[in-house]
């Protein structure tokens, strides 16, 4: 099975977000700030980061950069309620920019890109709500 | 030999006339010479005179081998200013002789006079010292006509045609040409040049002055400003090809230069370089050479010649030029400083302008991130709740146990958090950044372009300016004004910094997604305490710095994508290059064109899940 991390602040997110993925058949872990998430990616093996930017302390973008440096073929989706970073080329390593919102099927179909090559089922369900 | 007739004191006369230097005669009441002295007969001679009038003694005076004989000329009468008569009386050889005649009667008590006494005083050195101090006064006078005439002048241009005017005209000292020659480093550099350069032209410019009949130094600099072609095109021409170093010229001429005493030099005595030039383009040989200094710094050489006269040059007007020199050298500097002044003055005002205008941008720029750091705050503050909200509800809405009614319920809250995310989309997640990447350039050139506009400025200063551009192309997508902006900005922060005799190196590299466009200098670097500020807007450490350039660089390349990057001295680096200068290092990272990303990891953007490059 693979592991999805969940690097995010804030506790209702993070919540949501490791429902929805054990939903969709993943192992889920989760970090409440940068750095607990670069301890989580030393401590355990993670087949996918999902990453918030703005965290208390170090920010999701240079999380991203020490995690790639020591694992630069581990995926990461970046996923702010920011939408100014996704213009920048720091953000750039990351496999994917996700702008936060309450339809996760888009963060549902990347993940589902990345970690199994195809996408999941729910695209029906995502254009019946919106 | 003293008289053979009786006097009445004869002895007594005597011992007055050797006592006095005066020579007597003295004659009956007709002036009919009776007896004289020994200097008095030295003049007149004393056999041919006696049994003369004393006025035919004067004649013989005049017509003696000495003087030169001619008839009234000769024994003129200078003045009738008591006491007695001032007669001039001229030498051969030109020489004037003055001598004053006193009479006295000797009275023999009846009343009526019967002798008279003649004292003839040699007033020649009295009349000679009279003249100098006159001619002194003249000079003077002149001088300080000519002197007042250049402290009122203000710019260097007006200055030194002043003096060369000065040089060359009738009220000044006369010569036939003057060249300024002015101090370029270690060189003399013909700067300006009057006076004719024939004959002909000689009598062409003298007869003008002379109908003209300018009345002051300035007029003629009037006259000569008012005409549009330079006065003497072909002599201002010999002036702008002399150029050479002291150090080429003969012992002679480099002692007059170093030693600040004008003199007479002749080029053609020794062969060096620089004589050899001076005396092919002036085509003289014997040239008045004037130093003239400022508090021990060499501002120029004055030269003078007589070139179409060939009239020697005399020591007493090389002593002018002597007294001149101290008095144009400081004019010449004292309008040199107020060009610089004024020059200045105009950089100031430049500054205070540009000072304004980036004042306005960056209050701009402040609102317009205050604007967007707003809209960024209240996008995340409210998205992240709705996000749990909207989530969780959907997440309800799957639930298979929730009754018709309750799963109506929960779509309605799906459906508001929709509506609410779907305004932020539309509303805050746009709020433009001032800067917009229009145009895909190769950044080496731009980097390039840049760096050579502060080529030449960066030389006169003595900083030397390296470039290594990589082979590889750099294309981004960017705005060039802004790029240029930035750019300006750090180069000119490391020309300052560097100072004179440093240097600065501007490298640029291809980094995976990003183009990084490096600038070093050889200065000093930052303090530490300064170093987390050197991006903030009115920070500076420098005096005349307006602490806006940095911060300006910064806003324009974030404006881009892209961000500066600062590393302090060498301990510093986290990409040390061998030959980076020692001092501060600014690196512009900006985000390269999709056509040029390469990554070293083999990672590149998911092209259909959000990424937009700017």
């Given amino acids: 099975m693979k592991t999805v991390l969940i690097a995010d602040d804030e506790l209702a997110i993070r919540k949501l977000y490791e429902c929805e993925l054990r939903d969709e058949g993943y192992e889920v872990v989760t970090a409440a700030s940068a750095q607990e998430a670069i301890d989580a990616t030393r401590k355990q093996i993670v087949d996918l980061v999902i990453m918030d930017i703005r965290m208390p302390g170090m920010d999701g973008i240079e999380a991203m950069n020490r995690i790639l440096e020591e694992n630069n073929e581990l995926p990461i989706v970046i996923n702010s309620a920011y939408s100014a970073y996704r213009d920048s080329f720091m953000s750039w390593p990351a496999d994917a920019y996700l702008i936060k919102s309450a339809d996760l099927s888009e963060l549902k179909d990347t993940v589902h890109r990345i970690l199994d090559g195809k996408p999941s089922g729910i695209g029906v369900e995502r254009e019946s709500v919106v | 030999m003293p008289g053979s007739r009786e006097t009445p004191e004869p002895a007594l006369l005597a011992r007055i006339g050797a006592d006095l230097g005066v020579g007597i005669i003295v004659s009956d009441a007709a002036g009919v010479v009776t007896w004289m002295d020994e200097l008095a007969s030295s003049w007149f001679g004393g056999e041919f005179a006696r049994g003369r009038p004393v006025r035919a003694g004067l004649e013989r005076l005049a017509s003696r081998s000495r003087f030169v004989s001619l008839p009234p000329a000769i024994v003129s009468e ?145 006259d000569m400003a008012g005409a549009k072609a330079p006065p003497d095109p072909q002599t201002q021409e010999i002036a ?61 050489v004055l030269i003078a010649d007589n070139f179409v006269t060939r009239q020697p040059i005399s020591e007493k007007s090389l002593s002018l030029l002597k007294t001149f020199s101290n008095y144009a050298a400081i004019a010449l500097e004292r309008s040199q400083l107020y060009d610089e002044l004024r020059q200045s003055v105009a950089k100031l005002q430049e500054a205070n302008s540009t000072l304004k205008a980036h004042q306005r941008k960056l209050l701009r720029a402040e609102k317009l991130s205050a604007i967007g750091e707003l809209a960024a705050r209240v996008s995340h503050e409210i998205r992240n709740p709705l996000v749990a909200i909207g989530g969780l509800a959907r997440s309800l809405l799957r639930d298979n146990g929730l009754g018709t009614e309750a799963r109506d319920k929960v779509a309605i809250i799906v459906d508001q958090v929709s509506r609410l995310e779907k305004f932020l989309r539309e509303t805050l997640d746009f709020v433009k950044p001032e800067f917009e990447a229009t145009t895909v350039l190769d950044v080496r050139d731009e980097a390039n372009a840049c760096a050579q506009a502060f080529r030449a ?59 990084e466009i490096r600038v070093a200098d050889s200065g000093p670097g930052i303090s530490p305490e300064a170093e987390t500020r050197i991006f903030e807007p009115f920070f500076t450490t420098k005096p005349e710095g307006t602490g806006l350039g940095l911060a300006i660089a910064q806003q324009a390349i974030r404006g881009l994508g892209g961000q500066i990057v600062f590393e302090n001295g060498p301990s510093d680096r986290t990409a040390p290059q061998a030959s980076d200068p020692l001092g501060s290092i600014f690196t512009i990272k900006l985000p390269l064109d999709e056509s040029a990303i390469r990554s070293p990891r083999g990672r590149r953007p998911v092209p259909t899940t959000g990424i937009r490059r700017p």
């Avoid at chain 2, 003055?98 to 009526?112: A, D, I, K, N, Q």
């Avoid at chain 2, 006076?195 to 002055?209: C, N």
């Avoid at chain 2, 790029?483 to 291809?510: C, D, K, M, Q, Y």
Wanted: negative net charge.
């Fill in chain 2, 78 to 222: 200078v003045s009738e200013s008591p006491p007695g008569r001032l007669f001039c009386l001229r030498r051969e050889g030109g020489d004037e002789f003055y001598v004053r005649h006193l009479v006295f009667p000797l009275g023999r008590g009846s009343g009526e006079a019967s002798e008279l006494v003649h004292y003839f005083i040699d007033e020649t050195r009295e009349k000679r010292l009279q003249e100098t101090l006159v001619d002194h006064l003249q000079q003077l006078t002149s001088m300080k006509e000519i002197i007042d005439t250049l402290y009122d002048s203000v710019s260097s241009q007006e200055v030194i045609y002043l003096i060369l005017v000065a040089v060359t005209s009738q009220m000044g000292f006369g010569f036939n040409r003057a060249f300024l020659l002015e101090a370029c480093g270690d060189q003399l550099r013909g700067t300006f040049g009057i006076g004719p350069s024939s004959t002909e032209d000689a009598h062409r410019i003298w007869s003008r002055l002379a109908e003209l009949n300018l009345p002051s130094l300035r007029a003629i600099y009037e």
């Fill in chain 2, 457 to 515: 400025g960066a030389e006169e200063r003595g900083i030397a300016l390296e470039m290594e551009l990589g082979d590889d192309p750099l294309p981004c997508p960017v705005d060039r004004d802004v790029l240029h902006r930035a750019l300006a900005n750090i180069l000119r922060n490391a020309f300052e910094a560097a100072g004179p005799g440093g240097r600065v190196r501007v490298s640029t590299e291809h980094r995976g997604f990003t183009a």
């Fill in chain 2, 240 to 300: 702008s090809r002399i150029l050479f170093d002291p150090s080429d010229a003969s012992a002679s001429l480099r002692g007059v230069i170093d030693s600040n005493r004008p003199a007479l030099v002749d080029l053609s005595v020794e062969q060096a370089p620089a004589d050899r030039l001076l005396r092919d383009l002036l085509g003289a040989d014997l040239v008045a050479v004037v130093p003239l200094w400022v508090r021990g710094t060499l501002a120029g």
